[in-house]
């Protein structure tokens, strides 16, 4: 039923060089809200990678009402290719059963290629300055609540989340030189393929020479129209010459 469960795929580099699929199921409330218990397995073909502990799916109140969804987030590490990804879903107070399963393409952010972790559009982006624990939605040091219907409404704020991996290092400072170029973009009419073309809203945003690696930011959306956007993130590495490019669609209603 994708009315009642919304899946979510985000990926990051992880310590060990293979790629932290970070899965986010959206559970439409009901009138009784129950314990949900959720597990999962990636599975490329003979193997299979498990999240089977009772607390490899977590939530909190900040995940209690996301776009009207109750989210329920884990995490593993696992080489990059191409996976089935298959969830068991329990109601705790029925004991009601359920299951889904889909495709997805897992990244390969291995060493020797400049590449960006994708854009993550968020409910909720905030700092988390000393955690004393391990809460769902971390991601380093950040909190991000991912937005699991990537509609707006007018005046309300964009934010999104994103890492640079692999970037040169400037030999006089042995930190990253980037050049952060931000790009909004509205849809204008559809070609015949049925997808639509894009133009530019303004000029572009460029922050030059910047070092940090995790980028986090929030955007309002006063005064913008009703329709549909695409933010693009170009960042070029001062010191190689590579770039590297993103993008994620919205809509604002």
């Known amino acids: 039923d994708t009315r009642r469960f919304h899946t979510r795929y985000d990926f ?71 996976y089935s990804a298959y969830f068991g879903i329990q109601n705790g107070a029925t004991r009601e059963l359920f299951s889904l399963s889909e495709r997805l393409t897992v990244p390969d952010f291995r060493e020797g290629t400049f590449a960006l972790s994708g854009i993550t559009l968020a409910a909720r982006l905030e700092l988390v300055s000393n955690p004393e624990s391990d809460p769902p939605f971390l ?22 989340y994103f890492q640079v991996y692999h970037p040169g290092k400037d030999p006089k400072t042995g930190d990253a030189s980037l050049d952060l170029t ?11 393929t049925g997808q639509p073309t894009y133009q530019p809203m303004g000029k572009p945003l460029l922050f030059e020479s910047q070092a940090g ?38 809509s604002v209603r």
């Open 182 to 192: 931000y790009e909004f973009l509205q849809a204008a009419s559809l070609q015949k």
């Open 213 to 250: 690696l995790v980028h986090g930011y929030a955007f309002p959306l006063t005064g913008w129209p009703a329709g549909e956007f695409m933010l693009q993130i170009i960042v070029k590495d001062r010191v190689t010459g590579r770039t590297s490019r993103a993008e994620a669609r919205f």
């Open 12 to 82: 990051f580099l992880a310590a060990d060089g293979s790629t932290s699929v970070v899965l986010t199921l959206a559970i439409l409330p009901s009138d009784r809200e129950p314990d949900w218990k959720v597990f999962a397995r990636l599975s490329p073909g003979g193997a299979s990678f498990d999240l089977a502990g009772v607390d490899s799916f977590r939530t909190s109140p900040l995940g209690s009402d996301v776009d009207g969804f109750r989210l329920y987030q884990g995490r593993i590490s696992v080489p990059p290719g191409l």
């Open 139 to 160: 991601v380093g040091r950040l909190l991000v609540i991912p937005k699991m219907e990537t509609v707006y409404k007018t005046g309300s704020d964009l934010a999104y």
